[in-house]
Every structure is written in C-alpha cells, then in structure tokens.
C-alpha cells in the first residue's frame, strides 16, 4: 500500500539560486540580483502611482483649509 505523502516544506527565508548540487556561477548570481532590483522597482513605481495622486488631493484640500475658503 503506497501513501502519498507531502514534501517537507523548506524553511522560512531558504532560498536557492542552484537547480541542483552545482554552485551558482557569478552571472547567475548577478542577473538573480537584478531580477529582484528590476522587480522591486516595478513595485514602488505602482505605490507611487496610486499613492501621487492621494497625496496631491490631500494637499490640495489642505491648502485650501489654511488659506481659508
């Protein structure tokens, strides 16, 4: 009778770079290292682009409280 049974998951934060018992060479390392610039980028533009714009109106609002109607 064969159970299946779930692989043991890898702990928390334990990334490879490796596919298999071979070590990562310099520019596999490097465009690993800029896959994740080039991602985390990506990210803080799209927060910037929602968050401008909340900023500007609030801002606006703001000006127009003190300046006084």
């Known amino acids: 009778m064969a159970t299946d049974a779930a692989p043991a998951a890898a702990p928390r934060g334990a990334a490879t770079l490796t596919t298999a018992h071979e070590p ?19 990210a803080v533009r799209r927060r910037f ?10 801002a606006a609002v703001l ?5 006084g109607r």
């Open 49 to 58: 682009v929602v968050a401008a714009p909340i900023l500007l109106v609030l």
């Open 63 to 67: 000006m127009y409280i003190i300046a």
């Open 24 to 42: 990562a060479s310099f520019e596999e390392r490097w465009a690993a290292w800029e896959a994740r610039g080039t991602a985390h980028d990506r």
